[in-house]
Structure formats: structure tokens, C-alpha cells
């Protein structure tokens, strides 16, 4: 059994700002405060005991920097794992939550309930992403059984784990197994 450690990025967006969705087109970079949660993130594993053998990251900028901040307080570079680069929300990219609703309420209920893939609305194919997935995680259980693996993504892929949004700077906690995987802890504050 591999453990795996999922933590969501931390905040792109300064307090006060208005939010929108952003996915693999937009790259934007951490701000003071989600660095803080990266540092939250590589207190909490120290502070517990957990040593990682190995960090990975999705290819996008506030993915990558949150590695690196937990990455440099644990002694260990961390690797590149397309897998984990977030998905692309197509025509929703760019938009305000309060925008998407009013326009595709369907859509965005059914996202955000259910994790419905919208297909007319996403780019790239749910299965695509959903293989790509697999594949990285059938490689950590073949290079790295029976130890405990961080990886650094975004909400839209967490949820292919399951079907219950991650906040910014939060983690979650899997047991991979051969023919499954189990989920141990879901959106967890790693703040101490």
C-alpha cells in the first residue's frame, strides 16, 4: 500500500479580490498568504513525523511553488507530474462563480453537487484526464509501495478522487491499493 498525501495549491487570489475560475490557461502565481498555507502544509508533515519520499507537482506556477516551499522545508526537491496540472474549464475560465451559475446554472449545479464532467463546456476529454490519472498513480505504487508520496494539484482534479470540493491549502489522504483506493482524510487544515 502506497500513501498518498493530495494537497490543493494555496490562495492565487489577495483578500478582497473577486474570485474566478481558473484552470490549466490560467497560470497565476501564489500570493503572501498562499504561501503561508505551503508553509502550513510543510509544518504540519514535520510536526507529525511524515517524510515523504518523493513531492511531485502539477505544471502550473502556483502549483510548482507550493511544492517548492514544502519541498524546501523538508529537505526534498520535488518532481514534475503532468497528471496533476489542473483541468481546463473552457468557456468557464475567467469567470466569477455568480457569472457561470447565471449563465450554465445546469451545468454549474451538476459541477459542483456531482463533479459532472461538462463536456460542451471543459476542454480536454474527462477520460483522457481520468487515464492520465490512473497512470501516475499505478506508477507511485510500482516506484514507491509501501511509503508515503506527496503530490501538489488543484480542486478540479482532486475531485476525480472524490466528489466534495478542497479548499486552497488543504490536503487530503489516500491509501493506494492495487485494485482500489481508499480515502483516509478529505480537505483537512494542515494549519497547527
Not at 511531485?56 to 496540472?85: D, H, K, N, Y
Not at 453537487?113 to 498513480?137: C, D, T
Amino acid at each position: 500500500m502506497t500513501r498518498l498525501i493530495l494537497v490543493r495549491h494555496g490562495n492565487t487570489f489577495e483578500e478582497g479580490q473577486v474570485a474566478v475560475q481558473i484552470g490549466a490557461r490560467t497560470d497565476l502565481p501564489l500570493t503572501a498568504a498562499g504561501l503561508v498555507q505551503a508553509e502550513n502544509m510543510g509544518r504540519y508533515l514535520l510536526a507529525k513525523g511524515i517524510a515523504p519520499q518523493a513531492i511531485f507537482a502539477g505544471g502550473l506556477r502556483r502549483q510548482t511553488e507550493s511544492a517548492s516551499v514544502i519541498g524546501a522545508m523538508l529537505g526534498l526537491p520535488w518532481q514534475s507530474a503532468p497528471a496533476l496540472t489542473e483541468i481546463d474549464y473552457g468557456l468557464w475560465e475567467g469567470l466569477p462563480a455568480e457569472e457561470i451559475e447565471r449563465k450554465w446554472p445546469q451545468e454549474y449545479a451538476e459541477w459542483t453537487r456531482e463533479a459532472k464532467w461538462q463536456s460542451h463546456i471543459f476542454q480536454g476529454a474527462h477520460e483522457n484526464h481520468r487515464k492520465s490519472l490512473q497512470r501516475w498513480v499505478d506508477e507511485l505504487q510500482t516506484r514507491y509501495p509501501r511509503t508515503t508520496i506527496l503530490g501538489v494539484t488543484s480542486n478540479g482534479l482532486l475531485r476525480f478522487f472524490r466528489n466534495e470540493k478542497v479548499k486552497t491549502g488543504h490536503f487530503c489522504e489516500l491509501e493506494l491499493h492495487s485494485n482500489r483506493v481508499n480515502v483516509l482524510l478529505w480537505n483537512q487544515n494542515p494549519s497547527i
